[in-house]
């Protein structure tokens, strides 16, 4: 299982101060070093953690695989296609959210995701969507060309009783069947922490889990390179 850290919460205690510590290349370097596959990072619109001069300096700096997380819109598109990540994650933006809250609604906004999905896959970058666990917007997602999804997890992670977890866990395991089957490599993250990540990890079909806000936590208390190795070890 490939891990993918999430490495905007460093830059969201940055921007805290507005300074120049701690810096999330600094931090990604740490995370290699403590065994992440691949470094992520959602650049937002308003630039409201990470910014372009991370995202330069990632590109050159990391050694394993850089996940772009990024509305689709033009102007994101022009970043994605001047620093080129491995892989560009299609997400949804809204201004006044907290963090990511649903997946992308790939069924309504097809052919406008389509055409950001050729550009980038015309520049070598891998297009992956991040979609709900749902058939119709997995569906979606191959017809637009995607070649990835990533499915969104916050609902199994918010369930809170048994029957609900289950029913929500049901849903990923069936979104990831449908996705590979549909030859798109699967990918899955939101709100996976140490306590909730195993059933996740044990989905065949998942080959890989973006995980940010619980290893960067628990990075306070046990540094970084051990939070992510901790991580690692569970996910097998
Ligand atoms: N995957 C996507 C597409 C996300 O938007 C986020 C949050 O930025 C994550 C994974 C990581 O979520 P968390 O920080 O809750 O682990």
């Known amino acids: 299982m490939r891990l993918g850290v999430n490495i905007d919460h460093v830059a969201t205690l940055r921007q805290a101060r507005k300074g120049r510590?701690?810096?999330?290349?600094?931090?990604?370097?740490?995370?290699e070093l403590g065994g992440a596959d691949q470094i992520t990072l959602h650049v937002r619109e308003d630039r409201r953690h990470v910014?372009?001069?991370d995202l330069e300096l990632l590109r050159k700096t990391v050694n394993g695989t850089l996940n772009l997380e990024m509305?689709?819109?033009?102007?994101?598109?022009?970043?994605?296609?001047q620093h080129r990540p491995d892989t560009a994650t299609l997400v949804p933006e809204r201004r006044e959210e907290l963090t990511t809250e649903g997946g992308l609604d790939v069924v309504t906004n097809r052919e406008e995701i389509r055409k950001v999905a050729r550009s980038l896959r015309d520049a070598s970058v891998e297009v992956s969507l991040f979609v709900d666990p749902d058939l119709e917007q997995?569906?979606?997602s191959?017809?637009?060309?995607?070649?990835a999804v990533e499915l969104h997890t916050g609902r199994y992670c918010?369930?809170?009783?048994?029957?609900d977890r289950a029913r929500e866990l049901a849903r990923v395991v069936e979104g990831a069947k449908a996705a590979a089957k549909l030859g798109l490599r699967v990918a899955a993250g939101h709100g996976l922490d140490y306590w909730n990540v195993k059933p996740v990890a044990e989905i065949a079909e998942i080959t890989e889990l973006n995980i940010g806000y619980a290893i960067v936590?628990?990075?306070l208390l046990t540094g970084l390179e051990r939070a992510v190795?901790?991580?690692k070890d569970l996910i097998g």
């Open 71 to 81: 509305a689709a819109v033009q102007t994101m598109l022009n970043l994605a296609l």
């Open 217 to 219: 936590c628990r990075a």
């Open 21 to 31: 510590y701690p810096d999330p290349v600094a931090a990604a370097a740490l995370a």
């Open 229 to 231: 190795r901790d991580m």
């Open 138 to 140: 997995i569906k979606a």
């Open 158 to 163: 918010e369930a809170r009783t048994q029957r």
């Open 51 to 53: 910014n372009d001069r």
């Open 142 to 147: 191959h017809r637009a060309e995607a070649q």
